[in-house]
């Protein structure tokens, strides 16, 4: 799947909405969502991690949204399907040795 084939698919006649995943080279994801590969040390820290953008104004989509999120590598999908982004910060204990350690986790809805 490509940035270029939702679009097209949005400019027939029936306007056809997709989403799926998407491969970072050659496909039009945005520099502003991609996230290189990072040695083992920093894709810990990495983990988590989201990235957006939309799409918007455009005659041949509406509001396609691209987004990323770090897990073990980055991982990118795009979307017509998303209605709305919201940014909302989660926190949650994790047990781990020293005691008990807070880490903030900011998910997309």
Not at 58 to 87: A, R
């Amino acid at each position: 799947m490509s940035v270029g084939l939702a679009r097209e698919a949005y400019s027939l006649p029936t306007q056809v909405l997709v989403h799926g995943v998407i491969w970072k080279s050659k496909r039009g994801v945005p520099l502003c969502v991609v996230q290189g590969d990072k040695t083992e040390k920093a894709a810990t820290k990495a983990q988590g991690t989201v990235k957006v953008a939309v799409l918007k104004n455009d005659s041949k989509s509406h509001n396609l949204i691209v987004t990323s999120c770090y897990d073990q590598k980055p991982f990118y999908m795009l979307s017509h399907s998303i209605e709305e982004i919201i940014w909302v910060k989660h926190e949650k204990s994790v047990q781990s040795s020293p005691p008990e350690v807070d880490h903030a986790h900011i998910p997309t809805i």
